[in-house]
DNA sequence: CAGTCATCCGCTCATCTGAGCATTCCGAGG
DNA sequence: CCTCGGAATGCTCAGATGAGCGGATGACTG
């Protein structure tokens, strides 16, 4: 068992750590008597014949050796140890990492760290004037999660473009004005594609006076929320329809792990492919980059290397995730691993 | 969620059972502060804006409410409360409930039950001058976990023929032997068939001095130690030689759930097939009935019917046993079903 | 609208518990 | 044999906590 581990399931007991064969079983026994039957440790140790003191000092060695376990079990339940790890080692503001404890679903672990970002969101002070949003299958659980009146009067702005190619009806869209109504504030939407064939249609479309408006509001936006997506087959790109699975594995084959905010990025969380990130809308990265607050919600097994690469380059102030990843995160043997990958 | 499951399980979570939503949350706020950071209650009243009492209650309701749950993960583990609860429904003696949490697989199950069997007879006091007992894997393990020394010179007195048909070595008998020898005792065998073909026989055996001599001592023993084995194909009887796996299939068909000391028995606790108990070599069930201390050590799923056929029927004074076990004997709904099938 | 009841809340007080310290125990080494 | 050092033990004491109580609050009823 790795520290590690023990920070985030709250430990699985392995036994002989520190313990003396005899102490351990009467560690086992103290703890049922305590946990299981409400004793007193004077009680206890009456019982075991032994002193409180001792009593207490083996409950204490049962709970570091990982023999009793104290699990939160509530979808809205946090893991506070992991957190401080996770902000500290990467100099984060402020991080957000659900229990995944009891979750029986990918979908179940993603709707509760959607949830954590609208509650994260919420309780923001001060609330941004301007929040800059992109889209997909998290942002679009984030909206839902969020309660009416979550602020009031914000100026949501999308800060890439989504007009989907296969799907009627524009859910991109659709996240940043659901997050505006439930603030009673404006939404400032871009109906048009996240990637287009051609630098020169996109150079053109950005220089739409109404389009650019809107751009240039996101540039100013004072704080960001955003999702990060696999790069893979699954990818929301893909299923929109701007992105074949060939391309996407070509992006793959050149080291991206995720994409942000439309931009596919490598471990290094610069674009892989500059080409087709200058046929790409949006805010560059470097924007995001620059930002006091930038909150990234990323929630999944997949997710793991584009959170990796989105924290270790500064893409984010604010990590929103579901444990698993954050014990990736903490995990240097994988980090070693996409190094070497990366390498290879 | 049952009552049942919170009791045997620790407590999985679920909504809205006793609390408000808003002092949920609060609660697992609480629950966060207070049992993963170590946060005192007062600082906790702090940060949330409530007072220490408040906090106090919340943490109280939050492990009612199964938000929090605290599991003691050993293998040595016992379920206390779910003793208690089987224990005072059918009138035990003793019991010991063995935890499951953390097992991957049956057999691991199973060992731990015979690690508590064994532990029990060790702290058992008075020590039994003389122990009859049952053979079959769960006893073979049981003879395993006794430590050397358990006990000083008690005698151990095999309870019913076991001569396997099928295997060479006589594994019936080496399991009273190790259990005597680890007590520095002595042991009485019985090298002779569990079933025999004709009720004469099995008679004529019985006049056989030394087997004579053995049953008596049996029928005299102070305490009683035996496990119980399925109505089916994996039934030891099978696996020696006893029985075809047709024989067995008819004694389910007429009510059979598991076998006690060679004799298969039915809910009512009394056997399925008279003219199949006559011809059955040992101990008769009267007298483990009548005994003041019979210890019966029943685990994994396949035997939840043969324990409650031995808990609901007397036939044993102390029960050893795993949790899940003890969640079947205090689920009525499981007891109607088992009825009904009976009815049927 | 007043009365009733249940619930929730903050408080007192007794108890429980953990931190820190002196003492004892035990094995290693002289 | 004694001495030493480290670990385990038992104790003091302050701080943390839970049980129980009376008052406030708010819903429901006549």
Redesign the interface.
């Known amino acids: 068992m790795t520290a590690l581990s023990l920070l985030i399931s709250g430990g ?2 392995y ?1 002989g750590e520190h313990m003396n064969s005899s102490d ?2 009467l560690a ?1 026994r103290a ?3 305590y ?3 409400g004793r007193t440790q004077d009680e206890i140790g009456a019982v075991l014949h032994i002193t409180r003191w001792k009593v207490g000092r083996l409950l204490a060695q ?1 709970r570091t050796a ?16 992991a957190e401080q790890a996770v902000k500290k080692r990467y100099g984060l503001n402020d991080i957000v990492v659900a229990s995944s404890a ?1 979750v029986s679903s990918p979908d179940e672990l993603q709707r509760r760290v959607a949830q954590a970002a609208a509650d994260y969101l919420t309780g923001l002070r001060p609330a941004p004037q301007t929040l800059g949003v992109s889209w997909g299958r998290t942002m679009h659980d984030v909206a839902a999660c969020l309660p009416r009146g979550w602020a009031h009067g914000v100026g949501v702005v999308q800060i890439n473009g989504g007009l989907s190619l296969t799907k009627t009806g524009d859910t991109a869209s659709a996240t940043a004005l659901v997050i505006a109504q439930k603030a009673a504030g404006s939404a400032h939407v871009l109906p048009i594609p996240a990637i287009l064939e051609h630098t020169a249609t996109k150079r053109s479309i950005e220089r739409d006076r109404a389009i650019a408006g809107v751009l240039d509001r996101a540039a100013h936006a004072e704080a960001y929320l955003f999702s990060a997506g696999v790069a893979g087959d699954d990818s929301a790109l893909v299923h929109s329809g701007y992105l074949s699975t060939a391309e996407v594995a070509g992006l793959v084959r050149k080291g991206a792990v995720g994409d942000v905010v439309g931009r596919f990025i490598g471990a290094d969380g610069a674009p892989v492919d500059a080409e087709l990130d200058s046929r790409t809308v949006g805010l560059p990265l470097e924007r995001i980059k620059a930002s006091d607050t930038a909150i990234a919600v990323v929630a999944g097994e997949g997710k793991h290397a584009v959170a990796r690469a989105l924290v270790t380059n500064g893409l984010c102030t604010v990590l929103i995730t579901d444990d698993l990843t954050a014990a990736a995160l903490l995990d240097d043997a994988a980090a070693e691993e996409t190094i070497s990958e990366c390498a290879s």
């Not at 990982?66 to 140890?81: M, W």
């Open positions: 699985l007991f036994p351990e079983l086992v703890a049922e008597l946990y299981d039957e049962a990982g023999i009793v376990r104290i699990e939160i079990v509530h979808p809205r339940a946090r893991r506070v140890l009891g």
